[in-house]
């Protein structure tokens, strides 16, 4: 039997409050896509595994009568039902826990949606506990807004991963304030999940534009999980000028544009 890993409570320590108002979110045709897909229309329920600040249960919740969302770390949860009552989104259960350890208890949904976390969790363990939790029509969603400045050409994304790689080495960092390294998804998604009971996957994509300021793009670094705001201690200050000073370099006006692809990966139950 696999042994779960258990959870770093350091993997986006200190970011709730940023990742809510600074992480790209996922535009509304997105959501729109899977009303299409799904034929969602208000009924069933849906589960949101690694919901963080509710970027995808909050928007998402008025195409069901009832969510489930669910996140390992309390912060997130606590900015999560926050948000949720600023726009009285009443339908919504948040349960801290780990998406491995779902289970019937939970119920039926018609729909599970991961967001920019698939990545983080126990891949096989959690698509084999999801099975039994989607009624027959269902399945699974995962979403990614595209946005990763490690793999853009854009060359102000370069210069800020040239800043980050200046201060922080040239690996990528994650966890353990700063201390762990990142590893490649390996295997991707698709193999994984073309190994698990699931009968059928297809990606889907939605263009659209995202625009960005220095403050902004500072406030999105200190949501990502390799770079977050505590690595740099009382050195902050001089990291988001170096930032600052690169990114003007690039672009004077130190305002920024960049055409993104959101995409969905559809993975039928059957």
């Not at 699974?140 to 807004?145: D, G, H, R, V």
């Amino acid at each position: 039997m696999k042994t779960l890993s258990t959870y770093d409570p350091t993997l986006f320590e200190g970011a709730a409050q940023v990742y809510a108002e600074y992480r790209t979110k996922y535009p509304p045709e997105v959501f729109e896509k899977l009303v299409e897909i799904f034929h969602l229309n208000g009924q069933g329920r849906l589960l949101d595994l690694g919901t963080g600040p509710g970027l995808i249960a909050i928007p998402l919740r008025t195409k069901f009568e009832e969510v489930i969302a669910i996140d390992p770390d309390p912060d997130m949860l606590k900015e999560a039902q926050q948000q949720a009552a600023a726009k009285e989104a009443n339908n919504i259960t948040w349960l801290e826990l780990g998406a491995e350890l779902i289970n019937p208890s939970l119920g039926v949904f018609k729909l599970a949606t991961i967001g920019r976390a698939f990545h983080w969790m126990e891949r096989e363990v959690v698509l084999e506990r999801l099975y039994e939790l989607l009624t027959d029509d269902g399945g699974l969603a995962l979403l990614n807004t595209g946005d990763n400045p490690w793999e853009s050409s854009l060359p102000w994304k370069q210069a800020v991963i040239g800043v980050v790689k200046k201060w922080l080495g040239e690996e990528r960092r994650t966890g353990q304030r700063g201390q762990g390294i990142r590893k490649p998804v390996d295997p991707p998604h698709e193999v994984v999940i073309a190994n698990s009971k699931f009968a059928r996957q297809e990606f889907y994509k939605v263009p659209f534009e995202k625009s960005w300021t220095i403050s902004s793009y500072l406030g999105y670094l200190y949501t990502t999980a390799f770079s977050l705001k505590i690595f740099y201690g009382d050195k902050a200050e001089e990291f988001e000028a170096d930032i600052k000073e690169a990114l003007l370099a690039v672009e004077p006006s130190g305002h920024f544009t960049e055409e993104l692809t959101a995409t969905i990966q559809v993975v039928w139950k059957n």
